[in-house]
Nanobody
């Protein structure tokens, strides 16, 4: 069983910055493709940024140049640095883990709210 716990969300003005963290339990972190997704009210959950299974990164077009995903395998933690935030970035942000070596299992955190005021 994998547990993902997000933190770092909050209320910020447009143009501001936040850093989200996702701490993962278990010893599988180094083999997991980690990522961040978000869901705004009335919208479907969408990809924000992920590490692929090959270790490269993938970003939604809407966040390229503003968001950066990173990971610290020693701390079992993945981060999402967000700068130049816009009101349209307002959403619940979810941490995701994909485990191709463990039956392609998917795990989700409970989410952290990010609200960007104009």
């Amino acid at each position: 069983q994998v547990q993902l716990v997000e933190s770092g969300g909050g209320l910020v003005q447009a143009g501001g910055s936040l850093r989200l963290s996702c701490a993962a339990s278990g010893s599988i972190f180094s083999s997991a493709a980690m990522g961040w997704y978000r869901q705004a009210p009335g919208k479907q959950r969408e990809l924000v940024a992920t590490f692929t299974t090959g270790g490269s990164t993938n970003y939604a077009d809407s966040v390229k140049g503003r968001f950066t995903i990173s990971r610290d395998n020693a701390k079992n933690t993945v981060y999402l640095q967000m700068i130049s935030l816009k009101p349209e970035d307002t959403a619940v942000y979810y941490c995701h883990a994909f485990l191709p070596l463990y039956g392609n299992m998917n795990y989700w955190g409970r989410g952290t709210q990010v609200t960007v005021s104009s």
